[in-house]
């Protein structure tokens, strides 16, 4: 037996035949198109992503892009939309309800669980040419920047969110919005092949198609209405005090374990030390979102949310920076009276630390419509009730 | 470094990107380097050991040429062996063997325990340098003079952790007449990785989720479909794992010009046990065959004289796989059933064409195949009897796979029953580009919408 590799093949063995190369590099190539194209049929042209699971966090933020696009349609020119997150308990029921109407039309495109990260990607769609809507009216919890112990840079959920909303040329920019090494490539990875982040929902399409399908196609009859009609809780937080020379909470009797959570981790939440993340955060993104509207005719409005239903003391943290407050110098940007929902930081107007009941949110949802109203000015044109 | 991280994607690259930049004479270096390194990745304290191994069998072979055939040739073979052997059995079976002499001499379990760390592999590299020794000694073999010639038919890194074991013959003759690969290796070997990949990523870890739930938490799973489901997905990834590591194993050594033996034909076809044998691992069965059952005597010797070999093979193969009795009984399990087909069929060979029967074997066989796993995974003997107790005796329970693990397994079924009688594999490879491509992107786009990307699961067989 001959040793080494520098010496001639044996002449026993046949050699190689020779044939036609298949370009391999070429072949390769052609096959990651291949991938990028299946993956764009499926994820990028709507094919898959109109029938996503309602209650996904994409195919939330998709049906609520649906309904208010459809509202569009019907909506006259005095539109205005609400933006936020779960704390944002807006009804537009309970405005059309009131007897005397502003003449604008108040539309909710809240979603639970979003970040004004979500809600830039969500505008790009909802209003393509920034023109639509008279206000977007965004409710936030301080107009101070409290860093929490979360950063908000890295709230993955945000892919989640948007993925439908991404395309292709926001990879890049999407993915250096993360903090985080992991995070940026799980984002970069999700917004170039979106079969990746919406792999648990395709799996589960696969498991009940015609299920999935049946249910979205309900979805799309029914969720405007559901959701308009829907009615928060009458449970209230009534009688929970804090004892903030302790951090100590006692609950009234028949509070349950879930209120309680809310109570220990956002009222008692420790104070971290404030580095300014959330300064950032917040100046990048409601800065994008307020320069696709500069120059237009929609006006950006911000209220302060109501903070609970008692209030952290306002020394716990030493806040440092108020980006929304640095947005209100740009022309179309206003901020609300911060103080003009203290009157709502009553226990019996929450369900827990964080959201309002159903009294709250009818007190709220009008006290926020009549304000915007106020800041608008007369609208001109009679505006139509929000419609479901 | 698993095969399925880009990290080792990106090592490979540059083991090929070297090779073949660097002049022929070099190469082998750099296969023994790079083979090294890999190894290093998991415990470079273990490349001792591995330099060690070498050196013995390597030394083995050259003694065997200078002695004369007759008793000291026979002794030199026992010392190699029993070399080979003793590491194994020190590194995987002292534990084993410490604890039953504990518990026979009524001492605490951990009397004679030793915290020992087994070395990636071990039982792979270890049997196939045996063979070599083995084959010297039956002059089947030619010695191989040259160390570092040795050193990487021992450590050759596609194939170093987990097979397939591939004879000294084999490798020699293509490291000795190395040739580039042809245009068809090249299309072979980057199919079959991405073929590997994809039974590892999208079908093997996804049934690995199911399986480690249920095996965590057996008596949380109570019910007979809860058992089932849980073994059957076991089943599925044990196969999709080894068989997807084999083809990452055989799909890298093409694009290095070297060509490994098949190691699984869709081995869940099979119409029985003994046919099941000749479609799994099948590196191990005809190293088994070769070394064990064959010197046993085979079935030279009556019907009880097979019966006897075929336990005795098939238990010192439970055996090899791991170190606890589980392993033994898998072992004893399947020798008792291919004791038991061999009663049955009597002298008569197994049709290799398919009748009317043929599905209602194959679900049997894929059923006797599947009880046997139990003993394969579970974590002890209890375990093993919760949950054959479970299969057969528990209360209906649910299903733990979805609807779309099912239609992951009626795809890969399709596939095997495709491949068995239309040979697509081979098809794809002479087909025009744009198939052959496509074909590919399909099982990229598998990995994408079923692989399981962020959560490493090691493949199954590292752990022998």
């Known amino acids: ?388 | 470094m698993l095969f399925n991280t880009a990290s080792f994607f990106l090592f490979l690259a540059v083991v090929l990107a070297l090779f073949y930049a660097s002049p022929r004479a070099l190469r082998k270096y750099i296969l023994l380097v790079a083979s090294y390194f890999f190894y290093g990745c998991w415990n470079y304290k273990f490349i001792p050991l591995l330099l060690a191994l070498t050196a013995i069998d390597y030394t083995a072979g050259r003694w065997l040429e200078k002695v004369p055939p007759g008793p000291r040739r026979k002794m030199v073979l026992i010392l190699s062996l029993c070399a080979n052997l003793g590491f194994l059995g020190f590194f995987k079976f002292y534990n084993f063997l410490g604890s039953n002499l504990a518990w026979v001499m009524d001492k605490p379990a951990d009397a004679f325990f030793l915290n020992i760390v087994l070395p990636l592999g071990i039982s792979f590299h270890t049997f196939q340098s045996m063979s070599y020794v083995i084959d010297v000694y039956r002059g089947q073999q030619q010695v191989v003079r040259n160390p570092i010639d040795y050193a990487v038919f021992i450590c050759f890194f596609p194939q170093l952790v987990a097979g397939p074991i591939v004879r000294a013959h084999t490798f020699f003759h293509d490291l000795f007449n190395w040739q580039p690969p042809s245009a068809e290796d090249v299309s072979r070997g980057v199919l079959l990785l991405t073929l590997g990949l994809t039974k590892k990523m999208a079908f093997a870890d996804q049934f690995a989720k199911v399986a480690n739930e249920y095996f965590k938490n057996v008596s949380g799973n109570p019910g007979m479909l809860t058992a089932w489901s849980g073994v059957v997905a076991f089943g599925m990834q044990i196969y999709f794992d080894f068989s997807g590591y084999t083809d990452m194993a055989i799909g890298m050594a093409k694009l290095l010009g070297f060509h490994f033996p098949v190691n699984f034909r869709r081995p869940y076809l099979a119409s029985s046990i003994t046919d099941f044998w000749r479609r799994w691992h099948i590196s191990l069965s005809s190293w088994l065959r070769d070394y064990l059952y064959i010197p046993l005597g085979g079935n030279r010797h009556g019907r009880w004289m097979t019966y006897r070999n075929l336990m005795i093979t098939m238990l010192l193969g439970g055996l090899w796989h791991g170190a606890s009795w589980n392993f033994v009984i898998w072992g004893g399990y399947h020798g008792a059933l291919l004791s038991g087909e061999r009663v049955l069929r009597g002298d008569r060979q197994i049709r290799k064409d398919w009748t009317w029967l043929y599905p209602l074997q194959a679900i049997v066989t894929f059923a006797l195949v599947t009880i046997g796993w139990v003993f394969f995974r579970a974590a002890d003997l209890p375990q093993s009897l919760a949950v054959l107790n479970q299969m057969f005796r528990g209360a209906e329970g649910h299903l733990l796979l979805a609807n779309w693990h099912f239609e992951l397994i009626g795809i890969a079924l399709l596939l095997a029953l495709a491949e068995e009688k239309l040979d697509w594999f081979e098809r794809l490879l002479k087909a025009p580009m744009l198939a052959y491509a496509s074909a590919l992107a399909l099982m990229l786009f598998c990995i994408e919408v079923f692989g399981v990307i962020d959560v490493k699961i090691p493949f199954v067989y590292f752990q022998f």
């Not at chain 1, 539109?79 to 539309?107: C, E, I």
């Not at chain 1, 020379?245 to 209120?259: I, K, R």
């Not at chain 1, 209220?303 to 640095?326: E, M, T």
């Open chain 1, 1 to 388: 037996m001959r040793k080494g590799m520098a010496i001639a093949p044996s002449p026993t063995l046949p050699k190689t035949p020779v044939r036609k190369r298949r370009p391999i590099t070429l072949t390769l190539l052609v096959a990651c198109l291949l991938v990028f194209g299946l993956d764009a049929l499926l994820f990028r042209t709507g094919l898959y992503t109109s029938y996503l699971e309602p209650e996904s966090s994409a195919g939330l933020l998709e049906l609520i892009l649906w309904r208010e696009k459809t509202a569009q349609e019907k909506a006259g020119d005095n539109l205005v939309v609400t933006l936020g997150n779960s704390r944002m308990g807006f009804s537009p029921k309970a405005v059309d309800l009131r007897p005397r109407q502003t003449g604008y039309t108040v539309r909710n495109a809240v979603v639970a669980g979003s970040d004004p990260r979500a809600w830039y990607y969500l505008l790009r769609d909802l209003d393509p040419t920034a023109r639509r809507y008279r206000a977007i009216v965004f409710g936030i919890d301080d107009y101070d920047d409290e860093d929490h112990a979360f950063n908000p840079d890295d709230d993955i959920r945000t892919l989640h969110y948007c993925i439908a909303r991404l395309r292709l040329t926001d990879a890049i920019d999407f993915a250096r919005s993360f903090h985080s090494r992991a995070f940026r490539w799980e984002a970069f990875r999700g917004a170039v092949l979106k079969g990746i982040p919406l792999q648990s929902d395709w799996q589960a399409f696969l498991a009940h198609p015609l299920k999935r399908i049946a249910y979205v196609q309900l979805c799309h009859r029914g969720w405007p209405e559901w959701t308009y009609n829907y009615e928060e809780t009458t449970r209230s937080m009534a009688g929970l005090q804090i004892d903030w020379s302790t951090f100590t909470a006692t609950y009234p009797p028949g509070m349950t374990d879930e209120q309680k959570a809310t109570v220990h981790n956002s009222l008692l939440e420790p104070v971290v030390p404030q580095t300014g993340r959330l300064d950032h955060f917040l100046s990048i993104w409601m800065g994008r979102i307020a320069d696709r509207y500069r120059g237009s005719r929609t006006k950006i409005i911000f209220f302060r949310l109501p903070r609970g239903p008692i209030v952290r003391p306002d020394n716990l943290a030493k806040k440092r920076s108020s980006s929304i407050r640095d947005l209100a110098s740009r022309p179309n940007v206003i901020l609300a009276n911060e103080h003009f929902f203290d009157s709502l930081e009553h226990p019996e107007l929450f369900k827990d630390a964080l959201h309002l009941n159903r009294a709250g949110v009818e007190l709220f949802s009008t006290m926020l419509a009549d304000e915007v109203a106020r800041i608008l000015g007369p609208s001109g044109v009679p505006g139509g009730p929000a419609g479901k």
